[in-house]
């Protein structure tokens, strides 16, 4: 056991992660978090009796049959909330009553395109068969990789042969380019789709690995939704005997003879420790908090050139029905609509709600919570920081074209809704300080897939940094990840 200190900057998955890795490592932890609740990105709000589920719809690692799932183990996650696997990943419909059904189980899924789609049978082979490769392979998640030996290197790329193959030759491919391939044109538009929020460039390796996953039956839903995903960390590291301090916003990252040695509140409070982790947002953490001194090319390339992830529009609507016909998709239903209709600077073709029908717990009895998340522009909605009444009115503009835009695909929907919500880039960023509100941090593309971002800075001893700033593409799993690996990184530094 040691008897030294860590400060946590941010209690959002990464930062509560670390916290009670901390804690399993011996070291006195405290979080303070800017916010008064835990889970940061990972977040519900309540309106009118609904819950709204502002993060999270589906989890990595969810279910036994892959190994990260210890994670979720190890932070108090399992057994206490109940998984919820999904029958779809997506639904994509087409005009004529055409219909993408995309399977979790893969075996569903080979079938299905080859019956709507024999001609390609050849490019879904392919499909299929990259999706088993990587159902075959763990991810190796135990040890940070800063600090494998070559030996371990040497392991890794031995026993894991053909899954390194495997991502060296999707991640070159986006799904926009490896739909082209199909012939059929429903299927290739559907396919295109398929990215979601994420911009054209997104690699096929993310699709692939999240196929895999679905087929384990292991990227579920956390019944309950984001913030009580988020709480049963937070309780997990109180139960630790971690502490965590709320409307605690740090302001400096305090530095004597280049070392972290504590942090400033922006109420003048000040709290030394030995090591100090930053978990919130990047570039505040480098320019600001440590007034951008401790740098070098590499990061300052990273942060001038390394695009940002599109920031999204979330509306949530309560509706007073039930939706029982509707089937349960990990990512929601895609419905082409009849005129592309230009929403908060972005023109939609399609809208993909999410009928959250499998969660209760969400809605009174006999309702539905359900929310449509799609690309915003933060340049579009900018301009309304200084003018809150235009804000309004701009969020009412939206929640009134997805409502008839809801009409299309579910007649008669606007006469149930009860209650409307929107949630801006400027409400991301307001609540979280996520730059220009992005839910994921970086941007995954073809050409920045697997980057490495380095935890450290030059310079600058007994600091580390973790979350989706230094996990390029962000995301529940890889940032909680983090947490535990920087935890690695500091009880070998202190060793
Ligand atoms: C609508 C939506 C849907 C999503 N869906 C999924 C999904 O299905 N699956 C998935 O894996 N991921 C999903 N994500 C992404 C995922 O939620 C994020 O990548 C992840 O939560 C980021 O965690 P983090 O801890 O790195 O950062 P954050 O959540 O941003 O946490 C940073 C914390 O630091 C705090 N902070 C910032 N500055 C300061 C300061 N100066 N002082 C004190 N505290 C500070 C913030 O308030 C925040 O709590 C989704 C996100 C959203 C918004």
């Known amino acids: 056991m040691s008897d030294k200190s860590i400060i946590v900057i941010g209690a959002g998955i990464a930062g509560l992660s670390a916290g009670c890795y901390g804690r399993m490592n ?116 135990e040890k940070a990789q800063e600090l494998y030996t070559p030996w371990d290197t040497l392991k890794l790329l031995c026993s894991h042969f053909s899954l390194i193959r495997a991502l060296g030759k999707w991640k070159k491919i986006s799904i926009k380019e490896f739909a082209q391939r199909f012939t059929n044109p429903f299927l290739r538009e559907a396919f295109i789709q398929l990215r979601a929020l994420f911009s054209e460039d997104l690699p096929m390796v993310m699709l692939l690995m999240f196929f895999a996953w679905s087929h384990l039956k292991s990227a579920g839903y956390p019944e309950g939704g984001a913030l009580r995903f988020a709480q049963a960390i937070e309780d997990r590291f109180i139960g630790l005997g971690g502490k965590i301090e709320y409307r605690a916003r740090v302001d400096k990252i305090l530095v004597e003879n280049h070392r972290a040695v504590g942090v ?9 420790c030995d090591f100090v982790i930053s978990a919130a947002d990047g570039r505040t953490t480098i320019f600001d908090m440590l007034a951008g001194k401790y740098l070098n090319n590499k990061i300052r390339g990273l942060y001038d050139t390394l695009p940002l992830a599109p ?17 349960h998709c990990g990512v929601g239903i895609i419905y082409p609509l009849k005129e592309p209709v230009t929403m908060g600077g972005i023109e939609m073709k399609s809208l993909r709600p999410m009928v959250y029908n499998f969660d209760p717990t969400l809605a009174p009895a006999g309702k539905t919570f359900l929310r ?91 600091f580390w940094m973790a979350g989706q700033w230094v996990e390029l593409g962000g995301g529940i799993p890889m940032v909680a990840l983090s947490g535990r690996n920087v935890i690695q990184l500091i009880a070998k530094a202190d060793s």
């Open 26 to 141: 011996g070291y006195q932890v405290q979080i303070f978090e800017q916010d008064t609740l835990p889970g940061g990105l990972c977040t519900s709000w309540e309106r009118n009796g609904y819950t709204i589920n502002g993060g999270l719809g589906f989890l990595g690692g969810s279910g036994p049959l892959v190994k990260m799932h210890l994670i979720w183990r190890e932070l108090g996650v399992v057994p206490k909330i109940r998984m919820i696997d999904y029958e779809y990943f997506v639904i994509v419909e087409g005009d004529e009553g055409k219909r993408f059904l995309l399977y979790t189980d893969v075996d569903r899924l080979e079938r299905h395109m080859k019956e709507l789609a024999p001609e390609d049978e050849k490019v879904i082979d392919e499909f299929i068969s990259a999706v088993r490769v990587f159902t075959r392979y763990h991810l190796p998640f």
């Open 264 to 272: 400033r509140l922006d109420d003048g409070q000040e709290h030394r």
């Open 311 to 327: 920031p999204v529009l979330l509306v949530a609507l309560g509706i007073s029905r039930e939706f029982l016909d509707i089937p």
């Open 372 to 462: 449509v998340v799609f690309p915003a522009n933060y340049t579009y909605w900018e301009r309304f920081k200084e003018n809150p009444d235009a804000y309004r009115a701009e969020k009412d503009k939206v929640a009134e074209t997805v409502i008839e835009l809801l009409e299309q695909r579910f007649p008669g929907i606007s006469s149930h809704v009860e209650m409307r919500d929107v949630a801006t880039p400027l409400t991301f960023e307001r609540y979280t300080s996520n730059r220009e509100g992005t839910i994921i941090g970086w941007d995954v593309t073809t050409r920045t897939a697997f980057k490495r971002i380095p935890k450290t800075l030059p310079g600058l001893r007994n």
